[in-house]
């Protein structure tokens, strides 16, 4: 995943703990559910387009930094 966005590994793993804080879940299991509950995850995503085009609920804004 980091190679893929271009960052370290130390930095993904930032990012992860970083979600995993704010949205309360433990792992990437429940960060992805929590995402699917939430609808910032669907069959768009599975396009190829890449995550920052996409846009999210302004709700979400203070979640989701990239």
């Known amino acids: ?8 590994r130390k930095t993904a ?6 979600i995993h804080a704010k949205t309360g879940t433990s792992s990437r299991a ?9 609808g910032l995850l669907g069959p768009l995503d599975l396009s190829g387009e890449h995550p920052t085009t996409r846009r999210f ?7 989701i930094r990239f």
């Open 1 to 8: 995943m980091a190679a893929r966005l271009g960052i370290s």
């Open 13 to 18: 793993g930032t990012h992860i703990e970083r």
């Open 30 to 38: 429940t960060a992805t559910l929590f995402a699917l509950r939430n």
């Open 57 to 63: 609920p302004a709700a979400y804004g203070p979640l």
